[in-house]
């Protein structure tokens, strides 16, 4: 835990909003993070997480649709796990830093809120210290898969998570950071992060002061997002479908359906061409594994899948079939153009 001398530190910049930790009081924990902005919002609002968004934060800060913005089974075991394995992390890090200096790692334990703006929050995962005690930075303690470690590898630090880091720096003040992550239990990495004021000032912080100021205060709800099309897959389940119909007299939906089908037959075409040029690589590759320029490596490598030949399963052992299939209930979007423009 953090001592006065390294609090004081923190003071002109923070204070401390709660100390309530998360592994003693989840809900306590949550409810401190309803009154601002945490680290782990930003990039929802920013609109660079890929999994959540603006409107899905909002749900939560006022307190609507909580179940189904509640994160999913799988995505509650990879924060379990996640959280368990933060200690791990930050031991590893402290022993790769040795060879730079003396640090060592504080857990904060508490909910920050910054002094000038007081709804923009910060729960810290550790705080780095030199050997005298004086906060030096902020560690950020993070776990992938293995499917992550291309990105990694090439020093390819997520969007949000960079965005996570900024905003940390802000609240308290602080000006460097890293990023450590354990991938596929078995690859370390470490990142340094500086504080980016034209970033954060010109970028992240209007966004943060619109979304606190006119959605949460105001009760608006933000704008759609990419993300927002399978929260409402999810929220609007084939369960609850009435079979009415509803018309659009606001024009904007036709503009929206004509983009869209513009959008996908620009897809359509973007997708041919690639494969045009995959061929022309294909051709030239022949049997060879790889090729090579200056600039770019080429592997054309041998794969295997393995499945079930359904087909063969339903007619050769039918009850076995019937045993093991198992129904989706999903909702598909259609659009149709069912009249030319005037």
Known sequence: MLLKKQLDQLLPYCHVLSTVRQEDDEAGWLAARTHGIGGSD?????????????????????????????PSNAAQERMHFGHMLEPVVADEFVLRMQEVANYHCIEAGCTFSNNAKEYLLANVDRFVCDEDDNIVGILECKTANENMNSEWDQGMVPQSYYYQ???????????????????????????????????????????????????????????????????????????????ESVEFTD?????????????????????????????????????????????????????????????????????VYEDCMHVTEYRQLGIKKVADDD
């Open 42 to 70: 930003v990039g929802a609002i920013c609109g660079v997480n890929n999994w959540s968004s603006a409107k899905q934060i909002y749900f939560r800060k006022v307190g609507m649709y909580q179940e189904e913005t509640h």
């Open 165 to 243: 880091v900024q905003h940390y720096l802000h609240v308290t003040g602080l000006t460097h950071a890293w990023i450590a992550c354990l991938v596929g239990g078995n690859k370390f990495y470490i990142y340094d992060i500086f504080y980016d004021t034209a970033l954060y000032d010109g970028f992240i912080l209007p966004k943060l002061e619109y979304f606190w100021t006119n959605n949460v205060l105001k009760l608006q709800e933000p704008d759609p997002m990419p993300a927002d099309s399978d929260f409402y897959d999810a929220l609007f389940s084939p369960s609850k479908v009435t079979g």
């Open 251 to 319: 024009g904007s939906f036709d503009t929206i359906a004509d983009e869209i089908m513009m959008l996908k037959a620009q897809i359509k075409e973007l997708d041919a061409q690639v494969k045009e040029r995959q061929a022309v690589i294909k051709q030239a590759l022949g049997d060879n594994l790889r090729g090579y320029t200056s600039r770019y490596e080429f592997t054309w490598a041998p794969r295997s899948r393995s499945g079930v030949d359904t087909n063969k399963l339903r007619q050769q052992y039918p009850d």
